[in-house]
């Protein structure tokens, strides 16, 4: 789902050299070769972005606000794997291009199709609870996570470049006990792995039903099940995140809390009725060992 602040980009062009002191701007030779930045990293986001668009056919058919929306997401995330050398997924920046207000999207990575499902429940809000803590071996973790869901779906003979359309991945995987079938030819680390992405995928389904549904104590069992799996079979949680997790699930009111993002440290995402969140917030800011902040959405 999307919330309600962002980022803004502004520039202008320069008539000659400006010294800033710090690092806030780079210069792009168009008539050149683009190549990845050393300095400053977050340059690639831009660069990456406007490298891949150059390199599209004028005029590909992209007639429909909706389409180019996509197409930008997809342009995003490749840019973000090409030239930020993250080897991310869709969703981050399909929900930035796709977001619509008291809607969460379902998407589905096989064929970057999406549907809205209404939430809209005026008695109910969700709470992001930042953490105020980042470990420094987020980017290995993940890379390292990604590889071994690549590793997975070897094993299975499927294929987990995801963004392909042609290709077959994790999402491929019938069911629990298909995947299981397999377990003997994984070591302990994968199968904990893609086991977090095979039940994730189930849940997700099943949460975006409960959500329609308004069976919030459904959609309760949903989160606090995804955290779980997210610490003990993906192993990117940390101390923090679960308590913050249990702070919140102490709390009247609350229907269910887990981390999101990339994990060890960053945000948790907690659904709550209105009414709760002031004691909500409270119980976390009294009993969480450092200090968080908020975000009600």
Not at 51 to 61: C, D, M, N, V
Request: charged share 20%.
């Amino acid at each position: 789902m999307g919330i309600s602040v962002g980022t803004m980009i502004m520039g202008r062009i320069l008539d000659d050299q400006e010294d800033l002191k710090e690092s806030k701007s780079f210069e792009l030779d168009l008539t050149q070769p683009v190549i990845p930045f050393e300095s400053p990293q977050w340059g690639n986001y831009v660069v990456g972005v406007l490298a891949l668009f150059l390199e599209l056919p004028i005029g590909s058919g992209l007639s429909s606000s909706a389409s180019i929306e996509v197409a930008m997401s997809l342009l995003c995330c490749k840019a973000e794997q090409t030239y930020g050398n993250v080897p991310c997924g869709i969703m981050n920046q399909y929900t930035s291009c796709l977001a619509k207000a008291d809607h969460v999207i379902l998407i589905d990575c096989q064929n970057n199709t999406s549907r809205y499902v209404l939430f809209n429940d005026k008695n109910l809000c969700i709470l992001v609870t930042n953490s105020n803590v980042k470990y420094d071996l987020v980017s290995e973790k993940f890379a390292e996570n990604v590889g071994q869901c690549q590793y997975a779906a070897k094993i299975l003979g499927k294929n987990f470049i995801f963004y392909i359309k042609s290709h077959q991945t994790l999402r491929d995987v019938a069911s629990i006990d298909e995947f299981k079938q397999a377990r003997d030819k994984m070591s302990p680390v994968t199968y904990r792995r893609a086991h977090y992405v095979i039940t994730e995928m189930q849940r997700t389904q099943a949460g975006a039903q409960a959500l329609e549904n308004r069976d919030y104590n459904e959609f309760s069992h949903l989160m606090y099940e995804s955290h779980e799996s997210l610490r003990k079979y993906f192993e990117v949680s940390c101390v923090e995140l679960d308590q913050l997790v249990d702070l919140a699930r102490s709390v009247d009111g609350v229907f269910g809390s887990r981390m999101t993002g990339a994990g060890f440290g960053s945000c948790t995402v907690t659904l709550v009725k209105k009414s709760s969140i002031e004691k909500c917030m409270k119980t976390i800011n009294n009993n969480y060992k450092d200090k968080a902040s908020f975000l009600s959405i």
